[in-house]
């Protein structure tokens, strides 16, 4: 089948990495006046205790025999020892580093409900047969890469037309007569004719919405070897309509793409709402449906990661999470950036670039700004680091 390429996330690998707080200055931290970094002519020993060297040692003791101590110039040869404060007096004195720690952001993953609806009709036993063959792996893949996914079928049982009936561990095991698994999988127990799929969805919404979630991404997968009575208009208004989390579905179509002897008509309706929404397109002609289940899975998988939207990592043990202390850092081929944080989705466009806490009062997870989100997409490489520790960068 001809299965357009779909796009995949790079998964992201946990690492830490702990800076600790330095303290330059010997003896306790604090300014570096007074404190020189090193005394020429005196050196520590194994203990820590500094203590002249053989070489004063000697000198001493001539100094002792002639009964007295020879004037100099410092930096003479024999002179008194020059003090080395290790830097231009005019610098800036160094500053401490705060203690950090690093991990790599994890993507946070959405659930994903998806519907599927399938032609019932007398031409249509092999795509049954087919769909039926395919429901669990697909279904397995999904949850295997870490999406909790809801699965409902608008479809007849066996007896009825090509009726489809799921084995476990999707269905729930009373093949032929039933496999509901609630609330994993949801069969609904109708007919679907040659033209009538999209009308189908419709009218059996209070059948099959109870399975699904308000923050689940939403696909629609239609089996179909003929064309839609509804248009692709009125069928895309009105499923929008029907729930405000079915706003970014997308449809994937599995139907004739050209005049073949396995289907009855051009599934022009459904190329168009698979055009529409950004779903899977495949010709039904091709009688080859695992390369299309896998298409669409990765699909599924692939969108329901929040490519813009991370986690915040655990602090360390015996340390406590300071939402002030947070800094979110970019490394790509363009180099290393740190981005600044902002109150929140409101001030996103008084900056260039910006991230903000996604409950400010309990923040869970960062949210880049909508800019932001779009520069990242731009990169080649990219991997977001969140930094834990150190006073939050404010953007500006």
């Known amino acids: 089948m001809n299965v357009p390429s779909t ?69 003479e040869e024999g002179g008194a020892p020059l003090l080395d404060f290790g830097g231009d007096p005019d610098e800036e004195p160094e500053q401490e580093e705060c203690a950090s720690v690093s991990a790599a952001a994890q993507a946070i993953k959405l659930p994903a409900d998806i519907l599927f609806v399938v032609d019932n009709s007398g031409s249509m036993e092999f795509e049954s047969n087919s769909v039926q063959a395919n429901l669990n792996s697909f279904s397995q893949q999904i949850i295997a890469s870490g999406v909790d996914a809801h699965v409902a079928l608008i479809s007849s049982y066996p007896g009825d037309g090509h009726g489809i009936c799921v084995d476990a561990p999707l269905g729930g095991g009373a093949c032929p007569n039933s496999d509901d698994n609630y609330p994993i999988f949801e069969h609904v127990d109708t007919f679907v004719n040659s033209h ?153 466009g008084q900056v260039s670039q910006g991230w903000y806490y996604d409950d400010p009062e309990n923040p869970q997870n960062i949210v880049a700004c909508p800019q932001t989100c779009a520069t990242f997409q731009t990169y080649e490489f990219a991997e977001i680091i969140i930094e834990l520790g150190c006073e939050t960068v404010i953007a500006e």
């Open 196 to 348: 009538n799929a999209l009308e189908r969805v419709v009218e059996r919404y209070g059948d099959w919405s109870p399975i699904m979630r308000p923050d689940a991404v939403k696909h629609v997968v239609v089996v179909s070897d003929d064309e839609s009575n509804l248009s692709a208009n009125n069928f895309d208004e009105t499923f929008r309509g029907l729930d405000l989390a079915h706003e970014d579905y997308r449809l994937h179509a599995i139907v004739s793409l050209e005049d073949c002897q396995a289907a009855a008509e051009i599934g022009d309706t459904y190329i168009e709402l698979a055009n529409m929404t950004g779903g899977v397109l495949a010709d039904l002609c091709d009688q080859n449906f695992a390369p299309v289940f896998e298409a669409i899975s990765e699909e599924v998988i692939a969108g329901s990661q929040l490519a813009c939207e991370y986690a915040i990592p655990e602090p360390p043990p015996g340390e406590s999470f300071d939402p002030d202390q947070v800094n979110v850092q970019v490394l790509s081929e363009q180099g290393e950036e740190t981005i600044g944080q902002v109150d929140g989705p409101s001030a996103c």
């Open 7 to 75: 796009s995949k996330t790079a998964p992201i690998a946990l690492k830490a990495m702990i800076v600790p707080a330095l303290c330059l200055i010997a003896g306790a931290c604090g300014p570096d006046e007074g404190r020189p970094d090193s005394f020429s002519g005196l050196d520590a020993g194994d203990d820590g205790i500094t203590s002249l060297g053989d070489e004063g040692m000697d000198g001493d003791d001539e100094m002792a025999d002639e009964g007295g101590l020879e004037e100099s110039e410092p930096g």
